[in-house]
Structures are given as structure tokens and as C-alpha cells.
């Protein structure tokens, strides 16, 4: 392997020349306490950290950087830690998904503007782990992911509680007077103890996955809990590891392939996870020019069995999971159906990676010769009512709603479905479908996670948890249920759903992959032509840019202007 020599170093352009600028950049870095052994001969390496103090998911990452920092100056690298903004997914309004681009653009930006050689990105919260990717895919540089880790399990009265899953099991009985209100506090109390994301398969767990799986981290590292000391000493091998990279000039290019691509889908798809991977693997693989659509994951869905045991489709968490082996020991289990030839940045293929690796907890982990299902867990859907797609966590369904045909209660925007839903006059059975307009990319804005679309009070009252609910909104990976999402074109630029009006019967058959909406195409077309669409919700700020630039759902709801590979100049330095 031909290694680059100091010269190469792209960070040479501002250190490296004798003239004027080189001057300033180098007396500037003195004025900092920094000595010029410190830098010189050395890789320059942007440690790209998204910790605030509202970002739960993030409260360690402070800690983390440092170690990070101590990985890279033992590898002779020179760290420079750069902060980033942090999308706090229970915080953020409308939802980080707004404000996931603008990030993948601050992250490519800065490596782009500052002398780095290459960089290490910190994430986990749900946006962020996608959004750090794509930005790095696009500058191209030698990259490596830290994943956050999930907190350790919730508590109440001695039942382990997983984030999210428990939050809506639980709202649903207080709703119906099963619990109290003192046990819902308590429940509040206990079901986010530690730093870390969702220790359930929410978006969090399952882009950390995929991100191993794609070949982006060090093998093992996306299941270690948080508060573990391993996930310190992960950080650690990280910093070390980015500082050989840029030596060995190994870029996201050399690592993110069609062939990571599809072990990555393939690794949502066996842990049961969530369907916000959808979106965000195609729209990383986009950045390099990588040919993924929706057919893709769903060819892939159909060969790959399910086999982690993990809430909201099973029984247990992400801590289970880790001790069970983590993704490497599931991975053992997938090898004819994984490209082991492909190359991670441990240097290693992913072959040799998880060469070792074995499951350690039968019921967390199946074996594939005994797997939860033969399927995967995500379900591409098409037809009238989404000829563009739509998607469904089938593992997370009830199963006698996988075939089912119902009339359609409607309602025109969330606020419409907050202020009727639990109206005692509202017309409908458990039979029914409910069907939410303008929570799309446009409509929402951002495509919030609205798509877990509430069951009606007097429906709850009746013993029933589950029913078919469709809308072009994303759904929390920590959600279940027979939710319909992502239904693409959005009902806010007249997709087929902005012409459903109640009453009108649908059809849902997820092993047909079939959605239709059973109204005549001259009555659709009548509702067509009468259909009025809606006023623009921005004119000024980011708002506005977003309105301008975002991309249906089929196409990962990327800015236009930050799609494909071509080229940006690099910066002159005058």
C-alpha cells in the first residue's frame, strides 16, 4: 500500500508553505498553546462532534471527544475538535428530519473550509448519524463514525423499560384507565436513566447499525451501551485508527459501495429496524453516485431473515443485544447473504471482521436456521394510492392487519386530528382506516414522526391496540403497528392521498405489496382537477431554502443542490 507522505497532506497547503498566510495560520495555531511538534509532519484530523447541552443522546460526548483526541495524538495525528449542530430528536421542532440537511451541509462545509486530512463524526441521535455520513460522503475524506451507544434498559417496579416502545404502550393504558397517573410518573422516572440514544431498534440503534454495517466504524461499536468503559476505549481506537486512514488515503468512496450499501440494508432488515433507514441509506448512497432505490431494499427484505429479538417488533433491548454478541455475532449468522469482500474501515473486509464473532443469547439473537421470520422486517408498498412507494415495518404489525380492507376516516392535517380524533361522534369502527394528509417533506414540514397515528379513545376502550393507519409522515423507529408511511407523492404537492375523502374504501395486502385506494380513475381525476394546493408555508430563512430544495420520499428527501457527485473546488488559500 503506497502511504502518503506530509507533503500530500492536504492540511500541507495551509501549514506547509513558506509564504505569508502559512504565516498567520501557523503563528495563529501558536497563539493557542499548541507548539509546532505538535502539527508538524502530522495528519490534521476534525473531530466533528455534535454534544449540547439538549441533546440527550449526546450528554457524553464531551467526554468522548477527548478520548477521541488521545486516540489521535497516540497515532501521531494532530486533533481539532469542531463542534456541529446537534439535532436533538425529543427537542427539536417541527423535527430534526428538517434540519437533518443542513447538517450533512455544515459537516462537508467545514471539512471542506478548515485544513483537515481527515475526520471523525460523532453521532447517534436519530438525523444526526445520517446527516454526518452524507456530508462526509460528499467532501470525501478520510472518515470515521463514533456511534453514541444506546443508554442502558429503563425500570419500573422491576420491568425493563425500552425508549419509546414503553412510552406508547403505556400512554394507551393510561388513556383507558389501566394505570394511574402516579404510575405513569413513575414510568417517567424511569425509562431514560443513562446518557446514550433509544435502547430499543428505534431510528437510533438502527442507523448506528447499518453504519457498522456499511463498513463506516470499527466492527462491535455500535451496540456498546453508553455508559459501558468500552465505548471510551472505542472512541480511543477510533482517534488512533482515523490517523492510519489518512495515511493509507482511505476515503468513504473506497468504503461505501453498492456491495456496503446492500450489507447495510441487509443488516436493517435482519435486526428488524426502523423504517427512517429507508430514507437515509438511499440518500448517503446518492451522495457517492451509489444506484439504490426502494425496489432495492425490498428485493433484499425478501431473502434476509429477521432474527433480532429487539423492541418494538420482539421482547428485549440493545443491552441484551450487546451482550449477546452485537451486530458481528448477528452478522456471523447472515454470511451467505452479506459481500464479505467489502472492505471496512478497520482495513479489514467485513469477512475478517466478524471472522471471530458468535452469538452468545440464543433467544436475542437467532440463529439462521431457527430466525423470528425468513422475512426482513421492511416492506416496500405500491399502487394507486402510492405509485411512488410507500413503506411498513411488517414485523411490528398486527398480523391479522396485513391483509385488510376498510373505509377511510381522514383527517386533513395533525391539528384536525388532535382536535377530532377522540371525538365520541367520529365515524369509526376498528374496521376503519385512518388516513393523515400534509405530513410529508412539504406538508409537515420536514416529514415528522407522526406516522404512529393514534388509536381513537372509544376504539382503546374496546381492547383494540393495532389498526391500519396510512399517511406520508415517518414513524419513530420505536414505534409498532400496522402504519403505513413515507406514502410518496405527499398529499401538500397532490399525491394521490390528498384526494382520499372518508368513506372511500382502501386495501392493504403488505405480501401482495399492494396499496390501493378502490375509487375509480374518473373520479380520481374529478377530484383532481377540483383539488386546490396548499400556500407555501416559508417565504424567508432556512424554512425557505428547505421548501425550495427538498426532494420527495422516494428520492431520501435530499436537498437537489447537495445531490450527486460532482465536484466542489477546493478552497484557494490567499
Not at 447495510?264 to 444506484?291: D, K, Q, W, Y
Not at 406516522?451 to 381492547?463: A, E, F, S, V
Not at 394521490?496 to 373520479?523: K, N, T, Y
Not at 428547505?546 to 443542490?561: M, N, P, R, S
Request: charged share 25%; net charge negative; aromatic share 6%.
Amino acid at each position: 500500500m503506497v502511504r502518503k507522505r506530509y507533503e500530500d497532506l492536504r492540511s500541507y497547503r495551509w501549514y506547509g508553505a513558506d509564504d505569508l498566510r502559512s504565516f498567520g495560520h501557523r503563528s495563529r495555531t501558536l497563539q493557542m498553546g499548541y507548539d509546532r511538534a505538535d502539527w508538524t509532519g502530522k495528519p490534521v484530523i476534525a473531530v466533528i462532534n455534535t454534544w449540547s447541552e439538549i441533546n440527550p443522546c449526546h450528554t457524553h460526548f464531551k467526554d468522548r471527544a477527548e478520548e477521541v483526541k488521545r486516540g489521535v495524538w497516540q497515532a501521531g495525528g494532530f486533533p481539532v475538535e469542531l463542534p456541529a449542530i446537534s439535532l436533538s430528536e425529543p427537542f427539536q421542532k417541527p423535527t430534526t428530519m428538517m434540519y437533518r440537511n443542513l447538517l450533512a451541509l455544515e459537516v462537508e462545509e467545514l471539512m471542506r473550509s478548515y485544513p483537515c486530512d481527515g475526520a471523525v463524526l460523532m453521532g447517534g441521535c436519530d438525523k444526526t448519524t445520517p446527516a454526518l455520513l452524507m456530508g462526509a460522503a460528499s467532501m470525501n475524506l478520510p472518515s470515521i463514525f463514533v456511534p453514541a451507544g444506546p443508554m442502558l434498559r429503563g425500570n419500573w417496579r422491576g420491568k425493563s423499560l425500552g425508549s419509546g416502545s414503553d412510552t406508547w404502550k403505556y400512554w394507551a393504558e393510561l388513556q383507558v384507565g389501566n394505570i394511574t397517573r402516579k404510575d405513569w410518573e413513575e414510568i417517567e422516572d424511569g425509562i431514560a436513566r443513562t446518557p446514550g440514544t433509544c435502547m430499543t431498534m428505534g431510528t437510533a440503534a438502527t442507523m448506528m447499525s447499518s453504519v457498522e454495517g456499511l463498513g463506516m466504524s470499527l466492527p462491535g461499536s455500535s451496540a456498546i451501551p453508553a455508559a459501558d468503559s468500552n465505548h471510551s476505549r472505542m472512541a480511543s481506537q477510533s482517534g488512533r485508527r482515523i490517523v492510519e486512514m489518512v495515511w493509507e488515503d482511505q476515503k468513504p468512496s473506497d468504503v461505501m459501495t453498492e456491495k456496503a450499501f446492500e450489507n447495510a440494508i441487509t443488516t436493517v432488515m435482519a435486526l428488524g429496524g426502523s423504517t427512517n433507514a429507508v430514507i437515509h441509506l438511499m440518500v448517503m448512497a446518492g451522495r457517492l453516485g451509489v444506484p439504490i432505490d426502494l425496489d432495492r431494499f425490498d428485493a433484499l427484505s425478501r431473502k434476509t431473515p429477521w432474527l433480532a429479538d429487539i423492541r418494538p417488533s420482539g421482547r428485549f433491548l440493545m443491552e441484551d443485544f450487546y451482550y449477546a454478541g452485537g451486530l458481528p455475532a448477528m452478522l456471523s449468522q447472515l454470511k451467505e447473504q452479506l459481500h464479505l469482500d467489502a472492505v471496512t474501515v478497520s482495513g479489514k473486509t467485513l469477512g475478517e471482521d466478524i471472522e471471530r464473532a458468535d452469538v452468545h443469547n440464543e433467544e436475542v439473537i437467532r440463529r439462521s436456521s431457527n430466525p423470528l421470520s425468513k422475512e426482513g422486517g421492511l416492506v416496500v408498498l405500491r399502487g394507486n394510492l402510492a405509485p411512488d412507494g410507500a413503506v411498513i415495518k411488517q414485523t411490528a404489525c398486527d398480523p391479522k392487519l396485513l391483509k385488510h380492507r376498510g373505509p377511510a376516516v381522514v383527517f386533513a392535517d395533525y391539528n384536525d386530528m388532535q382536535a377530532r380524533l377522540n371525538d365520541p361522534d367520529l365515524d369509526v369502527t376498528a374496521e376503519s382506516v385512518i388516513v393523515l394528509k400534509h405530513a410529508g417533506p412539504q406538508g409537515g414540514p420536514g416529514m415528522p414522526e407522526w406516522g404512529m397515528l393514534p388509536i381513537p379513545k372509544k376504539i382503546l376502550q374496546q381492547g383494540v391496540r393495532d389498526m391500519v393507519r396510512i399517511s406520508d409522515a415517518r414513524m419513530s423507529g420505536t414505534s409498532y403497528g400496522t402504519c403505513v408511511l413515507h406514502v410518496a407523492p405527499e398529499s401538500w404537492v397532490g399525491g394521490p392521498l390528498a384526494l382520499v375523502q372518508d368513506g372511500d374504501m382502501i386495501e392493504l395486502d403488505v405480501h401482495g405489496r399492494r396499496l390501493h385506494l378502490d375509487v375509480s380513475d374518473a373520479e380520481l381525476d374529478a377530484r383532481r382537477a377540483a383539488w386546490v394546493p396548499p400556500a407555501r408555508k416559508f417565504e424567508r430563512g432556512f424554512g425557505a431554502i428547505y421548501a425550495d430544495h427538498i426532494t420527495q420520499a422516494d428520492k431520501g428527501c435530499d436537498f437537489d443542490v447537495l445531490m450527486g457527485t460532482k465536484a466542489t473546488a477546493e478552497p484557494e488559500i490567499h
